[in-house]
């Protein structure tokens, strides 16, 4: 069964820190993976990944995938409060064509 | 429409109740999910329908649960008899085809938040 496992489960740091967040997954036919940031109840698109060790990177966010070992991370430097989310991992099998399965999220809490 | 729109945004309903929550896609996207976020959980995939291709229902978790895309656009998903373990907040996504096609993968509504009590 394909399943996606996030963690930590929630992370509480302060403005400024520096934060990496995991994703593993087991899929029978890797399509892509995907990570979502949801602030209120709608996600919001971040980043997709096909390759293995290619940076995607937006402002402070980044992200990279490694195939071989199945996990995926997500970094955020110098957060702000503005971060405040949960980020969702999601990935797409090929032999399920469209559907993602998503993890359960890290909550991400950034005090002043 | 600019995005997904779904209503209402918050529904509260007595158990045994029937309800219906809508969801309209972006148009000229061939593609309609729906998913539900119980607290503390993922996104637990739930129905899919894409173009006039039969939908994937697989992820339907009892047969309280059913969902209709009329005209290839607007869905309705319907719970009949309303339980507690039914509260959650219900999102529709919309995309133009596979997550790979569309480089900003599937785009969001707001949900719909059901508390049943």
């Known amino acids: 069964e394909d399943k996606v496992v996030q963690s930590p489960l929630s992370l509480v740091v302060h403005e400024g820190d520096t934060v990496t967040l995991n994703c593993s997954y087991e899929?029978?036919?890797?399509?892509?993976l995907l990570w979502y940031k949801q602030e209120k109840k709608a996600p919001t698109f971040l980043f997709m990944l096909?390759?293995?060790?290619i940076e995607k990177k937006s402002g402070r966010l980044s992200s990279i995938l490694d195939k071989k070992e199945l996990f995926s991370i997500l970094n955020i430097t110098a957060t702000q409060t503005g971060d405040s989310a949960i980020y969702l991992c999601?990935?797409?099998?090929?032999?399920?064509?469209?559907?993602?399965?998503f993890g359960t999220g890290t909550r991400l809490q950034v005090f002043p | 429409g600019a995005g997904v729109s779904q209503s209402p945004s918050n529904k509260v309903t007595e158990k045994g109740k029937d309800v219906e929550l809508r969801c309209d896609p972006i148009?000229?996207?061939?593609?309609l999910y729906w998913y539900r976020q119980s607290l503390g959980q993922g996104l637990e995939f739930l129905i899919y329908?894409?173009?006039?291709?039969?939908?994937?229902k697989s992820g339907l978790p009892s047969d309280r649960f059913s969902a209709e895309r009329t005209g290839g656009s607007v869905s309705t998903l319907t719970i009949q008899r309303t339980q507690q373990e039914d509260s959650a907040v219900y999102l529709c996504?919309?995309?133009?085809?596979?997550?790979?096609?569309?480089?900003?993968?599937?785009?969001f509504g707001s949900g719909t938040r059901l508390t049943v009590v």
């Open positions: 096909t390759s293995s060790g």
């Open positions: 899929v029978t036919n890797f399509r892509s």
């Open positions: 996504a919309s995309s133009s085809g596979s997550a790979l096609q569309s480089s900003y993968g599937y785009t």
């Open positions: 329908f894409q173009g006039n291709s039969a939908p994937d």
């Open positions: 999601a990935v797409e099998d090929e032999d399920n064509t469209d559907k993602l399965i």
């Open positions: 148009s000229g996207h061939t593609a």
